[in-house]
């Protein structure tokens, strides 16, 4: 593994820098640490920063961008005759990287040497018996271009580790001998140490900001091809869900936004009264020794995996309700269904409902209870009358952000509710929702060319769009609510 | 006091006083019974869903960590085992499971007939689906590993059928077995006769916990040990990358940031990827780490990041209560006896915060480790045989993961698989509740109250 080598290296680099850098300091002020601006040990630290981050830096940098930067330039050089559309290309990119790789370890392994995987051009028959040695199979017929482009790809690739490697290694060392340089008593290393400190907390909390940013890019551009291959209006309007492997799939978005928010309707019927009146119990009836057992046994809900709701859903709840419900009132047969999805995922959020409101019960001051129950209301009527609208607010945005919660789940209705996309009353039915549509289409053998695997971008993008319109909603308004008492 | 009445009440007051109760207050009064009712109930309504949920699990996923097996003499006999009579391994490795495969059913065989076991209508193709097709390759390893076991007769301890394994556990009956064509009621009864005669027993099943995944057809072979093994390798991605960061993070955030529009930023942007769902998180790995940057697929580092992503919100928040506890007056001190900023925070304020950041980021680790959705979108749904390398080579090489596991063997067809991923879900649920303890019992053992 080179890289892990070069990293290696410049790490050894700058450890070294760490004691030339902190005894050049010490010697230049005649060996009393007192004579220096700062403590020894900050002119080696110096070292360290100066040597290793802009050589990391271009380390990460071009991790990052040299895959693409090679893709694009072979996928260029190939003519217009072997790949015809966009489609086509990248499924030969897909066997030129194939070839490239299977050549590298074919030379890794000491199988070819490597003047004869470079020279192997011409036979395209011995390439293939080559590879098949090692267990890399090639796809149906591989073209003289492609072969090309695969040892251009290679080329391309030693070139730029050769690059990466001088370079890394070239502003490692420059930061060195700047460090070791600038390091004499007058220095003031501590302050440039800090300096890089600063900027590495800035790096890290920015990284939050990249995380977004990411988020979006990462769908907007696959959703926007999406839409130049999938009219716009027919997936936010279409009313059937139909994906086919040959085209002319209907993929609208209204059978799954209705089995998602049917599904989270329940899930919230369910939820919300059982929290809340669990959180008014705990908050202002309960005993401490009560609260004490009853508070983490609800909020050990909160802590459970969803797949392990959604295993329950699907051996457990989903059968029993299909035994017991569905089949003797006649709604139907069907193991998962909206019903099973829905109440498993309400016991997901009752902690969820629960000591969010238990928060807000306990931030409404004491002293509107105290008026109240002293001119006579009795404890009930105290929360209801006064407790309650108090905390409306807040409650309101726990509300929201549970709703935010269901309508992203993805395990529990993966297991519990079914694949079926339609537009249907009964609870009791098999539905599905956005989430599940995205594992089904991101998931097995995906064509990022073809609008049935793009479309999961846009459902993507929509549930975010969604979730995050629900989240700032809510947040405003439990901040609002919270200003108001403290 | 004529004006008085009996009972002490002035003529023409009505008839009520707090110690008897009127029609109202008793109406006031049962509501508030009622209303207290309710709460109650949804508080048992949270704990019974709690314990059902647990039993039900528990109950259909204990029975994952006991294995049937069958003890029974196998010959090894040397001409179809060794042809070319050298025992040299590499010869040896060109016979397949396919010649093993009768060994195992001549052996059950001959035990049936040393034991003069009868049962009316076995059929000799029975004897072959007794037990595990597991067992002729874990035979074939076990004489590649010692090439000079061949020609003896060996004690073996062969896998039994999942549906035998079944039987043994009562999840499979007499009646449905007729029903079922992967059994026979006869094959059972056999089961019954050897039982009796000592040679089928039932063992705790190591295998499970190490093993790798197995086929469709294998439900007895199927193991956790690649899911395990890669659920490892994420989280220590997601503890040597979230940890720094989110802590480097919250510093800058709690200690040094000023109030501008950047902060700002940055705060709503932490504040809102803490309620993203999950499976977004997948869409970016997908598309940022595996379609641009050209990481593997199905590899630990992939899913490391993308929970490393979706772990710093938690880690974040929990670092960021850490050091807001602890009091200014040690950051006061710090900076009155000259040190800088940066010093009073890194020497005095962050070790004192760190046991609140470990307990934060110990649940941040727990909640990654139960992630499945954005799991399944990069690939970690692959059906993966091949234990990863050690690391540092180990992070980019196929694994899977428990919970994704878990969901694998949900979308298999065959009932013993339902068994196995409850199984797993408890190993699942063991290791939630171990780091849950370690986190309570940091907090109780290092939290200073100030």
Known sequence: MPLLWLVLTVLALAAAGFFVARQRALASAGGEARKLHSLPSYYGFNAVILTIAPAMALIAIWAMAEPTLIEWRVSGAIPESVAADPGARSLIMADVRRIAEGLNTAVEQGALTAEQARDIGGNIAEVRAQLAELGILLGSDVQPEVLEAAQSYRALGTTGNTALTVLALLLAIGGFAIAVMKSDSDFRARNSVERGVLTILVAAASIAILTTVGIVLSMVFETWSFFGMYSWTEFFFGLEWAPQFHGGSELGLLPLLWGTLYISFIALLFSVPVGLFAAIYLAEYAGRKTRAIAKPMIEILAGIPTIVYGLFALITVGPLLRDYFAEPLGFGTSASSVMTAGLVMGIMLIPFVSSLSDDIIGAVPQSLRDGSLGVGATKSETIKKVVLPAALPGIVGAVLLAASRAIGETMIVVLGAGASAQLDLNPFEAMTTVTVKIVGQLTGDTDFSSAETLVAFALGFTLFVITLGLNVLALYIVRRYREQYE | ?450
């Open chain 2, 1 to 450: 006091m004529t004006d008085a009445q009996a009972d002490g009440r002035p003529e023409g007051r009505p008839a009520n006083s707090i110690l008897t109760p009127t029609r109202r207050m008793k109406r006031r009064k049962a509501a508030e019974k009622r209303f207290k009712l309710y709460g109650m109930i949804a508080v048992t309504v949270g704990i019974l869903a709690l314990v059902f949920l647990l039993t039900s699990i528990l109950g259909r996923g204990l029975s994952a960590f006991e294995q049937t097996m069958v003890e029974i003499p196998v010959e090894l006999p040397a001409e179809t085992l060794d042809p070319e009579g050298n025992r040299d391994p590499a010869e040896m490795q060109r016979v397949t499971t396919f010649s093993y495969a009768p060994l195992v059913a001549d052996a059950l065989a001959d035990v049936i007939a040393a034991e003069a076991i009868e049962i009316e209508g076995l059929e000799p193709s029975d004897l072959g689906g007794f037990i595990s097709q597991e067992a002729a390759a874990q035979l074939r390893n076990f004489v590649l590993a010692n090439p000079e076991a061949v020609g003896t007769t060996l004690e073996a301890e062969l896998l039994a059928g999942g549906r035998i394994d079944g039987y043994m556990k009562g999840r499979v009956t007499m009646e449905t077995a007729a029903l079922d064509s992967n059994v026979s009621v006869e094959q059972l009864r056999l089961a019954d006769a050897l039982e009796e005669a000592g040679y089928l027993k039932t063992s705790f099943n190591w295998d499970f916990i190490t093993a790798p995944d197995a086929s469709d057809q294998r439900p007895e072979a199927a193991g956790l040990g690649v899911a395990i093994l890669g659920s490892f390798y994420m989280m220590i991605v997601v503890l040597v990358l979230a940890l720094p960061i989110g802590v480097a993070a919250s510093i800058y955030l709690e200690e040094f940031a000023p109030k501008n529009r950047l902060t700002d930023i940055i705060e709503v942007n932490i504040s809102n990827l803490a309620a993203v769902p999950s499976i977004v998180f997948g869409i970016l790995g997908l598309a940022i780490f595996i379609n641009f940057m050209g990481l593997p697929q199905s590899a630990p580092i992939v899913g490391g990041l993308v929970l490393t992503l979706m772990t710093l919100p938690t880690i974040i928040i929990a670092t960021r209560a850490a050091l807001k506890a602890v009091p200014p007056s040690i950051r006061d001190a710090a900076l009155g006896v000259g040190a800088s900023k940066m010093q009073s925070v890194f020497h005095h304020v962050l070790p004192l915060a760190m046991p609140g950041i470990l307990t934060g980021t110990i649940i941040g680790l727990a909640q990654a480790l139960g992630e499945t959705a954005p799991l399944l979108l990069i690939g970690m749904v692959a059906f993966v045989r091949e234990y990863p390398d050690a690391p540092p080579e180990g992070f980019f090489d196929p694994a899977s993961a428990l919970p994704v596991q878990v969901y694998n063997w949900t979308q298999r067809a065959d009932p013993a698989f339902v068994e196995r991923a409850s199984g797993a879900i408890i190993v699942l649920l063991v290791f939630l509740v171990l780091m849950n303890t370690v986190a309570v019992i940091l907090r109780r053992r290092l939290e200073r109250r100030w």
